[in-house]
């Protein structure tokens, strides 16, 4: 069993800014890709960032220059720090995780909750 806890969220003024933290817990042998998504009301969910195991990183241009990913390979955690928010981030924000259980198994991919971001004034 794997359960991704997230945290973080809320309700912010245009400009601020927040910190998402996603952690893993269980069975895991090691965690590959790791990577942040968001879903704003009637849209589809969308690639915001990710990072590889090797810290190659994959923005969305949205939030290039506003937006950072950094991971703690010991503590299997993703955070998102996320600067100069603005209203069009306002979504439901979920961690994907791609890990492993078992040295020799597949892979598999392992979402969070999703956690609300909300930015108004």
């Known amino acids: 069993q794997v359960h991704l806890v997230e945290s973080g969220g809320g309700l912010v003024q245009p400009g601020g800014s927040l910190r998402l933290s996603c952690a893993a817990s269980?069975?895991?042998?090691?965690?590959?890709?790791m990577g942040w998504y968001r879903q704003a009301a009637g849209k589809q969910r969308e690639l915001v960032v990710g990072?590889?195991?090797?810290?190659?990183?994959d923005f969305a241009d949205s939030v290039k220059g506003r937006f950072t990913i950094s991971r703690d390979n010991a503590k299997n955690t993703v955070y998102l720090q996320m600067n100069s928010l603005k209203p069009e981030d306002t979504a439901v924000y979920y961690c994907?995780?791609?890990?492993?259980?078992?040295?020799?198994?597949?892979?598999?991919?392992?979402w969070g909750q999703g956690i609300q971001v909300t930015v108004s004034s």
């Open positions: 994907k995780l791609t890990l492993r259980t078992l040295r020799w198994g597949d892979e598999y991919d392992y």
């Open positions: 269980g069975n895991i042998f090691r965690v590959d890709a």
């Open positions: 990072i590889t195991s090797g810290g190659s990183m």
